[in-house]
């Protein structure tokens, strides 16, 4: 099959990698050449493992084409998948959906009538979005018509049938959402628990159904509505267990119980499962914030109570200042802190909305002098943050005199750091860590003042 992929973020450039593999030709459309170019050559523009190998393999057998040009890939493609962005707008938080309409235009202006294309959204959207990209489309094929019919390369009698049945012989769009995970992207893309099929088109449904048929996973075929919810309810649902876990963590941190374990307890019960339980100084990245608050926005216009989502996001935002408290309650202003993580998670460098980065820039602006390292995301907080942060290369040096080691990101090269070299180095034995990277009373039989999340100790 031929596809396009519009967009080569995390889920464009990780949707084309994967189904090239598969041995599909996908064409990807970028409005910068400079990147382009470097996508042609093997670099995926993006911190994702194993993503560089994928694009460098399907490119050079020739499956992957990179390009500004729609009408060169809408020829050939059978599907067209927008994963552009969508960010919240500052203010409202509802998802700016800016370039997936200026994308759907695009689309409508260089459809090829002469056979037949699914399009779909894969970026989060919400409810109504691919409808409104219908629309789009039909209204640039309505502004070209009068061109399609005097080119002779189009069959009038299929323009003047497509005109007539709303263009649903030449076009569809579907919903298909992407679940992936950022630093798990490709072992997420090719092990879906299910895979989400929204369209009222039998044949745009069949035609996805076919396209996803080397993945595992159940099928879900619904409607384009119920599609693009599931993928804002999973999100939002996600983010709930996660600020519940984490009330439940500041509870635990008066009342002297141990969060962790307590949650691991609580999601032994089948109902409630034990995976995304895990407490730290709040979620972040480019997805549960933004599809949080999206939620929000748009079930508050539609007169729904979302107090329950604002909650969510209203600890979400307690647990990154109850970590700056605790900094600020143990080391003096002033002080130095040694900060280890700087990406909303680890494998990414990633660093939207990262918690880290807020801890950070809010000690630094209180007063603290803060030294940072992190294996992949430096470059980025240095765009952000420039001066107002010192950064190392040097995992353990950086540490050298600090009054405290902040852990802020799961990294793996933290979880059996040299514990015994770090009490060295630091000024304080005082270790205060977001993620719970280590056992109490290990780092108490070591000398250490720790303070970890959620724990006693
Ligand atoms: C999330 C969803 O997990 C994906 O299914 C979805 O496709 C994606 O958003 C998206 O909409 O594109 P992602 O943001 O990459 O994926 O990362 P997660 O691994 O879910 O982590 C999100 C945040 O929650 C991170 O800050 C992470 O540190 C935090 N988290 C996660 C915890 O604090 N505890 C946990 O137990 C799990």
Not at 41 to 58: C, F, R, S, T, V
């Amino acid at each position: 099959m031929t596809i396009t992929i519009i967009g080569h973020g995390y889920v464009g450039i990780v949707a084309a990698c994967v189904f090239a593999d598969f041995g599909n030709t996908v064409y990807v459309i970028g409005h910068t050449p400079a990147k382009l170019e470097k996508l042609k050559n093997g670099d995926p523009l993006i911190y994702e493992p194993g993503l560089a190998e994928m694009l460098q393999k399907n490119t050079r057998a020739g499956r992957m084409i990179f390009t500004t040009e729609y009408d060169e890939a809408l020829k050939e493609s059978s599907i067209v998948f927008s994963c552009v962005g969508t960010p919240p707008t500052p203010g409202t938080g509802e998802a700016d959906l800016s370039q997936v309409y200026t994308v759907a235009k695009q689309i409508g202006a260089h459809l090829d009538p002469s056979h037949f294309t699914v399009v779909s959204c894969k970026s989060t959207v919400p409810v109504g979005t691919n409808y409104e990209v219908k629309k789009i489309i039909e209204k640039e094929l309505v502004a070209r018509s009068d061109v399609m019919l005097s080119q002779t390369k189009h069959d009038a009698s299929l323009v003047r049938q497509a005109q007539s049945d709303s263009w649903s012989h030449i076009f569809a769009v579907a919903s298909c959402p992407e679940f992936l995970r950022e630093g798990t992207g490709i072992h997420d893309t090719l092990n879906p628990d299910r895979t989400i099929i929204g369209s009222d088109s039998q044949k745009a449904i069949d035609i996805l159904l076919e396209l996803h048929k080397p993945l595992p996973g159940e099928r879900v075929v619904t409607n384009i509505p119920s599609a693009e919810l599931i993928k804002y309810a999973s999100n939002s649902l996600l983010a709930t267990k996660l600020s519940f876990a984490n009330m439940i963590s500041l509870f635990a941190e008066k009342v002297g119980a141990d969060a962790p374990s307590v949650l691991r307890a609580v999601g032994l019960d089948n109902r409630i499962g034990t995976k995304n339980l895990d407490v730290s100084i709040g979620y972040g990245g480019a997805c549960f914030p933004k599809d949080v608050q999206a939620l929000t926005a748009t079930g508050r216009s539609e007169g729904v109570d979302v107090s329950l989502l604002e909650a969510v996001e209203k600890v979400n935002v307690l647990v990154w200042k109850n970590y700056v408290a605790k900094v600020k309650r143990l080391v003096k202003v002033g002080g130095k802190l040694a900060v280890w993580g700087l990406a909303f998670k680890a494998n990414t460098d990633d660093i939207r909305f990262a918690p880290a980065v807020k801890i950070v820039e809010q000690l630094a602006k209180d007063g603290y002098q803060i030294v940072t390292y992190d294996p992949a995301a430096m470059p980025n907080v240095k765009k952000q943050l420039g001066d107002l942060i010192t950064y190392s290369e040097k995992q353990y040096e950086m540490i050298e005199g600090a009054d405290a080691l902040c852990i802020l990101t799961e990294w793996n090269e933290f979880k059996q750091a040299d514990l015994v070299k770090i009490k060295k180095i630091l000024k304080n034995p005082l270790v205060i860590d977001g993620r719970n990277l280590y056992e109490v009373q290990k780092m108490k039989d070591l000398g250490f003042t720790y303070i970890s999340t959620g724990r006693k100790g």
